[in-house]
């Protein structure tokens, strides 16, 4: 009889030492385990929208390249005129015109 109530006591301890180690470490991590999971969401949701952000800005600097291009282009073409519009000037000014 007396191993049976030795063996009960044991068993007790042991239950309650489990219950406490269940109670305090493995709910704490399971807790801490959903927040990292959560957080995770949030860092993929950011990552996603700042993949879009740089998508977007990329294809807006495009953009204004090809409007700078055009426009330097218009701005040489301008000056192209100019010129020659100054030496045709130049030009009728020795002919006395």
Same mark, same amino acid.
């Given at each position: ?14 239950? %309650? ?17 959903? !927040? ?8 993929? !949701?950011?990552? %996603?929208?700042?993949?879009? !952000? ?25 000056? !192209? ?17």
């Amino acid at each position: 009889m007396e191993i049976l109530e030795i063996c009960v006591s044991v068993t007790v301890v042991l239950t %309650a030492l489990g219950g406490l180690i269940v109670f305090s470490i493995v709910r704490t991590l399971n807790k801490s385990n959903d !927040d990292l999971r959560l957080m995770i969401g949030e860092l993929r !949701d950011l990552i %996603a929208e700042i993949r879009h !952000d740089l998508k977007t800005s990329n294809e807006r600097v495009h953009r204004l390249e090809g409007e700078v291009r055009e426009l330097k282009y218009s701005s040489q073409k301008a000056h !192209d005129r100019i010129d020659a519009f100054l030496k045709e000037a130049a030009a009728h000014e020795r002919l006395g015109h």
